[in-house]
């Protein structure tokens, strides 16, 4: 089965750009191409760390979230899929803003 999909991507602030105007804008983009509630996949890539990795897995705690990790050729950086019903696009916001305090973790 071959979807062919439009993606598009916005640049994720810096300290020069208005953090509240980006999860404004990225929570009506998600109401607009998800149904809450629902399974919800989060993906981040990481420099190889088990620290790093265990920090991320710590904001799930207590979750029935689903982990699937998978690292880069040269193992340099790890790639982590979480899978987790989520009830409404407020707590994708939360999660993706507890995970960017995380050093080196890019949100995808």
Same mark, same amino acid.
Do not use: G
């Given at each position: 089965m071959n979807e062919e999909r439009d993606y598009s991507f916005e640049e994720i602030p810096d300290s020069s750009h208005n953090e509240q105007d980006f999860y404004a804008k990225f929570r009506e983009r998600l109401d607009d191409v998800q149904k809450f509630p629902a399974d919800y996949l989060f993906k981040f890539i990481y420099p190889t760390s088990e620290v790093t990795m265990n920090e991320i897995k710590g904001l799930y705690a207590g979750?029935?979230?689903?982990?699937?990790? #998978?690292?880069? $050729?040269?193992?340099?950086?790890?790639?982590?899929?979480?899978?987790l019903y989520i009830i409404d696009a407020d707590t994708v916001i939360n999660y993706y #803003?507890?995970? $960017?305090?995380?050093?080196g973790v890019i949100m995808l």
């Open positions: 979750t029935n979230a689903e982990f699937d990790y #998978k690292a880069s $050729a040269n193992r340099k950086y790890t790639s982590i899929s979480i899978k #803003k507890e995970v $960017a305090k995380i050093e």
